[in-house]
């Protein structure tokens, strides 16, 4: 393993100082203006060729620009415009935000920054929220799997993805850098300050930079109220949100190298540094606790493709993370708690893709991955994936595409005696855990005519998650016998494109996908009490099965007079029974925190020119009924919410470009470079809806953000 690791350094070097002798300037001959049309142009084509030729299952997609017009705060406040999945949302900016697709559960989602798994070996959770927008480019959620073959053997895993793809620095012509400025502030006392440096080394090579500060006091007014089964009022008050203060900074930097049509290597450095409070549970008009929650979480990942000869492939992924977390509980009600974890991640995967035909892709990867976590919990785990899948495309009316992916896992965990004694020698063992699985997939994408954009597809597809450091070691919990969870997912549904012209333009157009999915999760595991209220086990006990439908539809105008119109709504309805035992009270119920009935809409209209832009959004989220304990009982019922956000924008160009800018085309120093204000008003919950997403845990009312931003 070190010498292929040395082999592949090595190679990295090579192309790289390769790469800066031949690097092209072919930019350099066009103007700014015709620059700009041919980037627009180009644009457009890479689209069109994503959705038509590459995704046999489309993804739910965000694009920058939607994002920007959404103004969103964190990935996790996006994410909830996707349908088919379910957003855990503690409440108020600190609050932990995690999401699971088509009740899958959380760990079933892989969750990928920039083609690179995001991991937390100890729980299998990862908090959306903190992934700020503000270097985001695009978020993809697709249902399965990736579309494209050519990935790394992890990503066959998943059951569901999400892809967050960050921004690749784009300079005008003659211009080295570009510099945004940010400020946002709001309600709960919040600031959130950014900043953003782009710099152009050469033709070929960037550098990015991304800093940015949350501060909230996470103080909020909110209305408690709950009725006993028989219809009496047992409570009834208004108070304050406390322990929901947040201060935390995000840090990114990124070095790009494009350096051919096919090859480019990419280096990136995250870290991100927080204090919270952990907004507990309201409880019988207890309002505050004492729960701390500190994190530090950093990581660099390294990225290199490249078609190495005319039909070979290579990417070749390289990621250390390491994550600290400390949780203190100093309730005076309850027994004091203070834990510290310390995680440690290497992983590395190499993906070789080879095209035998113009209709015929093959790929093979190998994903090496090991994870240690200390200070409580001394536990390693080895993990190896390797993957085999092939895609077939005939004349682009049928497209096949299958994949096998083995998994290797091997546990080490040092665990005491139980005949050690009090003052003697403490004598230690390792335990070993080791588990391996292949799980098949296969997907179908079937265009029956060219005449209209029509395609009907359909998949199958197995996936596994181990249990998690947590699930098998936890003190007073964990169960080191723990099985596997074996998901075995059915898909058919089918997507529709329309494009069409209003008053002779282009641009519009109509979008459609529909889905009917049938979903198996066997060896669920589950924590079942043991007695006392803060002891439980983790058990296999688990079946569950899930059917359900998903409704997306779009559609973008692009009226006369420089006027746009985009209209986008989800739906989705879905069943997830409990089938362990006929006996269980809970027999056929629906499991917790699962609408029968979900959806959102989204509406976008704007003006714009050359120098201005103006837009006003609207969105709506609706979660139907749900119970939040394993029986459908009235005692258990959580009544449905939903939400109205407004927001508001103007941008504005406030140095124009210089008129002459044809004639210093060919002399940069003449050409003034656009300075554009934005300023945005968001209204969050305009009708001051109380509601919760989690029992007990009150969601903010009416609240503001105003954001002010500066980009050269």
């Known amino acids: 393993m070190r010498r292929l690791i040395s082999i592949v350094f090595f190679t990295l070097l090579c192309v790289a100082a390769f790469s800066q002798n031949n690097a092209a300037d072919s930019l350099l001959a066009l103007s700014p203006d015709s620059l700009i049309a041919r980037y627009l142009e180009l644009e457009e084509y890479t689209v069109t060729a994503h959705v038509k030729e590459k995704d046999i299952i489309i993804p739910q997609t965000l694009s920058g620009v939607q994002l920007k017009k959404m103004n969103a705060l964190s990935v996790a406040d996006a994410i909830r415009y996707f349908s088919g999945v379910q957003i855990k949302d503690y409440g108020g900016v600190g609050g932990i935000k995690t999401v699971n697709i088509r009740s899958m559960g959380t760990n079933h989602m892989g969750v990928y920054y920039n083609g690179v798994q995001l991991g937390n070996a100890q729980n299998g959770q990862i908090d959306l929220g903190k992934y700020s927008l503000e270097n985001i480019e695009e978020i993809q959620l697709y249902n399965g799997q990736k579309s494209d073959i050519w990935q790394s053997a992890r990503e066959f895993g998943a059951a569901g993805s999400i892809y967050l793809t960050t921004r690749r620095p784009r300079f005008d012509s003659g211009k080295t850098f570009n510099i945004k400025g940010q400020m946002r502030a709001g309600s709960f006392d919040l600031i959130n300050p950014s900043f953003l440096l782009d710099l152009k080394l050469s033709e070929t090579m960037s550098l990015t930079a991304n800093a940015e500060l949350v501060s909230s006091s996470g103080k909020y007014p909110f209305r408690y109220r709950r009725v006993t089964p028989s219809g009496e009022l047992a409570y009834d008050t208004t108070a304050i949100r406390q322990n929901g203060d947040i201060n935390a900074i995000r840090v990114e930097a990124a070095l790009n190298h494009y350096y051919s049509n096919t090859g480019f290597w990419k280096l990136q450095l995250y870290h991100y540094n927080s204090e919270r409070g952990v907004p507990g549970a309201i409880v019988n008009n207890v309002w505050r606790n004492g729960e701390r929650l500190w994190d530090r979480n950093s990581f660099v990942q390294a990225t290199w493709q490249d078609e190495l000869f005319n039909r070979w492939s290579l990417r070749v992924n390289a990621k250390y993370a390491n994550d600290y977390t400390r949780y203190i509980n100093n309730d005076d009600k309850l027994i004091h708690v203070e834990n510290q974890y310390l995680q440690q991640e290497f992983y590395f995967t190499m993906a070789h893709k080879v095209r035998i035909f113009d ?15 200390s200070m409580y919990l001394n536990a390693h785990r080895f993990t190896h994936w390797l993957s085999a899948a092939t895609a077939i495309n005939i004349k682009n009316y049928l497209r096949l595409q299958a994949s096998i992916l083995g998994t290797f896992v091997n546990d080490e965990k040092g665990i005491q005696n139980q005949e050690s004694r009090p003052n003697t020698t403490q004598h230690y063992t390792t335990l070993h855990n080791t588990t ?36 098998l070691y936890y003190t007073d919990m964990g169960n080191a016998y723990l099985k596997p969870e074996l998901a075995k997912q059915h898909n058919v549904g089918l997507s529709f494109t329309q494009p069409f012209r209003i008053a002779g333009q282009k641009g519009s157009e109509f979008r459609l996908n529909a889905d009917y999915y049938y979903n198996r999760i066997s060896d669920k595991i589950i924590a079942y009490p043991k007695g006392q209220q803060f002891r439980w086990t983790m058990l296999n006990l688990g079946l569950v099965k899930i059917n359900g439908v998903d409704v997306n539809a779009q559609l973008h105008f692009v009226l006369p007079m420089n006027f746009y119109l985009t209209a986008k709504a989800q739906y989705t309805y879905q069943t997830a029974i409990d089938v362990t035992d006929p006996n269980d009270t809970y027999y056929g119920d629906q499991i917790p925190y699962i609408p029968w009935h979900s959806g959102s809409a989204v509406g976008m209209f704007g003006w714009q020119n050359d120098w201005q832009q103006y837009g006003l959004n609207y969105s709506f989220i609706y979660v139907g009924e749900r119970y939040n304990q394993q029986e459908n009982i009235i005692y258990n019922y959580t009544q449905p919410w939903y939400t109205h956000d407004l927001s508001v924008f103007g941008e504005w160009n406030i140095q124009p470009i210089s008129h002459s800018r044809k004639a210093a085309s060919n002399s940069p120093k003449g050409v003034r470079y656009p300075i554009i204000l934005r300023i945005a008003l ?12 989690i029992l007990n845990y009150p969601m903010p ?4 953000k105003c954001t002010i931003s500066i980009t050269y």
Do not use: E
Request: proline content about 4%; some cysteine.
């Open 359 to 373: 209709w015929w892709d093959v790929s093979a990867a190998y994903d090496m991955q090991c994870n240690a976590l």
């Open 436 to 471: 391996q699985r292949f799980t098949p997939a296969l997907f179908l994408s079937y265009r029956p005519t060219q005449l209209v954009d029509l395609r009907l597809n359909a998949f199958y597809k197995q996936s596994y998650r181990y249990p998690t450091f947590n699930d």
């Open 682 to 693: 968001d209204i969050n919950n305009l009708l001051s809806q109380d509601y919760d997403v």
């Open 701 to 704: 009312k009416r609240n503001f």
